[in-house]
């Protein structure tokens, strides 16, 4: 049988995936052509109606919080939110970078893998500030995204990093 997450208002249902240039958790590089990422791993992907109704924008900082059944909560800092063509109420991020929000003890029934494909999440802007402008030309996050791999624009950069919305259907 499967179970039906209740996700609770101002939360999203989120997974982690890997790039494509990853292989299971080897990372080869800061690229993933799938989706027009750049230069850096740590962003969220939203849809846009989302991230609107969040009070968010392309290219915020999030800290990413995960909450369990126990009450306890994990985060994640600095993700920049992309726009991305998720089902509404569902978010994304790569894995190992989004590995800490999952809890040890949720596991699936038999295999006893880890729920990394069902996590409830609230994202919450940094304390930096709502928008992230960290290029030199002061670009959003989408043109960053848009560019080609040769060009120096990021969406997510590493740099300094050491390591009741209900989804229409779940993946």
Not at 38 to 63: E, Q, W
Request: charged fraction near 25%.
């Amino acid at each position: 049988p499967i179970d039906i997450l209740h996700v609770p208002p101002g939360r999203l249902l989120m997974q982690t995936l890997r790039s494509h240039d990853q292989y299971n958790t080897t990372i080869y590089g800061l690229e993933d052509r799938y989706r027009g990422i750049h230069g850096g791993r740590r962003v969220v992907f939203v849809n846009p109606l989302d991230i609107a109704d969040l009070g968010l924008a392309d290219g915020t900082l999030v800290d990413i919080v995960s909450e369990w059944r126990d009450g306890s909560e994990r985060s994640v800092a600095r993700f920049r939110v992309v726009p991305y063509d998720t089902p509404i109420g569902t978010a994304a991020a790569y894995y190992p970078e989004a590995n800490p929000l999952v809890p040890l003890d949720s596991t699936a029934t038999g295999s006893n893998c880890p729920t990394s494909k069902s996590l409830i999440v609230r994202l919450e802007p940094t304390e930096e500030g709502e928008h992230a402008r960290d290029h030199a030309d002061g670009a959003p996050a989408s043109a960053w995204a848009s560019r080609s791999a040769g060009e120096d624009g990021v969406v997510g950069s590493d740099a300094g990093h050491k390591s009741k919305a209900a989804p229409y259907h779940l993946s």
